[in-house]
T-cell receptor, first 111, second 112 residues
Framework: AQSVTQLDSQVPVFEEAPVELRCNYSSSVSVYLFWYVQYPNQGLQLLLKYLSGSTLVKGINGFEAEFNKSQTSFHLRKPSVHISDTAEYFCAVSGGTALIFGKGTTLSVSS | DTAVSQTPKYLVTQMGNDKSIKCEQNLGHDTMYWYKQDSKKFLKIMFSYNNKELIINETVPNRFSPKSPDKAHLNLHINSLELGDSAVYFC???????????FGSGTQLSVL
C-alpha cells in the first residue's frame, strides 16, 4: 500500500528566505504525486503535481518540486518566501482510487 | 461560481443527533469524495463515488452513510453523532483516474 511521510511537522522561516518542505513516499507501483496548500479556514488548493515526464515540476506562487524516484522523494521548494505563504502544506500520493495525504507541514513565515 | 460547494460551513449539534452535509460540484467530474480532517490536520479518505457508485468505503462507522443522487452531488448523513465525530469534513471531486482533487471549503462539525 502507498504511504506518505512529511518529515517536518513545522517549518519556521523568515521572509525572503528559501524553504524546502520534505516529502517521502512508499509505493510498489508507479505513482502520481501532489502538493496541496491549505490556508487558514479554507479548503485545499493544488500547488503542483507530478504525473510523468520532467522530474522538476513548477507550480503556482513560485513553488517547485523535484521527483526523485531513487530516493522516493518529492520535496517542495521556494527560493524566497512571503508572509502570505504561511499555511499548511500537504504532500499526497495516488493510491488505489483516492489520494493518500501526509500529515502536513506548517510553514510559518515571519518578518 | 464555486466549483465544489459544501453546506453548511459550520455545524454545531448535540451528541445523539442526526445531521447531513451536502456537496455539489459543477466541474462535470465523475468522481466525488469525502475526507475527514481531524484536529491535528490529518486528512483521511472516507468514501469515494464514481458515477453514483460507491468505490471506496474505508473503515468508517456505519453511522456514516453517503448518498449520491447524481454524479454532481454527494451528501453525507451521520446518525447518532458522537464527540469523536467532531472534525472538518471536506468534499472533493476529480475526473476519471486523474487523482487531481478539487476541494470544497469544508464543513466544521462540532459535537457537544
Amino acid at each position: 500500500a502507498q504511504s506518505v511521510t512529511q518529515l517536518d511537522s513545522q517549518v519556521p522561516v523568515f521572509e525572503e528566505a528559501p524553504v524546502e518542505l520534505r516529502c517521502n513516499y512508499s509505493s510498489s507501483v508507479s505513482v502520481y504525486l501532489f502538493w496541496y496548500v491549505q490556508y487558514p479556514n479554507q479548503g485545499l488548493q493544488l500547488l503542483l503535481k507530478y504525473l510523468s515526464g520532467s522530474t522538476l515540476v513548477k507550480g503556482i506562487n513560485g513553488f517547485e518540486a523535484e521527483f526523485n524516484k531513487s530516493q522516493t522523494s518529492f520535496h517542495l521548494r521556494k527560493p524566497s518566501v512571503h508572509i502570505s505563504d504561511t499555511a499548511e502544506y500537504f504532500c499526497a500520493v495516488s493510491g488505489g482510487t483516492a489520494l493518500i495525504f501526509g500529515k502536513g507541514t506548517t510553514l510559518s513565515v515571519s518578518s | 461560481d464555486t466549483a465544489v460547494s459544501q453546506t453548511p460551513k459550520y455545524l454545531v449539534t448535540q451528541m445523539g443527533n442526526d445531521k447531513s452535509i451536502k456537496c455539489e460540484q459543477n466541474l462535470g467530474h465523475d468522481t466525488m469524495y469525502w475526507y475527514k480532517q481531524d484536529s491535528k490536520k490529518f486528512l483521511k479518505i472516507m468514501f469515494s463515488y464514481n458515477n453514483k457508485e460507491l468505490i471506496i468505503n474505508e473503515t468508517v462507522p456505519n453511522r456514516f452513510s453517503p448518498k449520491s443522487p447524481d454524479k454532481a452531488h454527494l451528501n453525507l448523513h451521520i446518525n447518532s453523532l458522537e464527540l469523536g465525530d467532531s472534525a472538518v469534513y471536506f468534499c472533493a471531486s476529480s475526473q476519471g483516474g486523474s487523482f487531481e482533487l478539487f476541494f470544497g471549503s469544508g464543513t466544521q462539525l462540532s459535537v457537544l
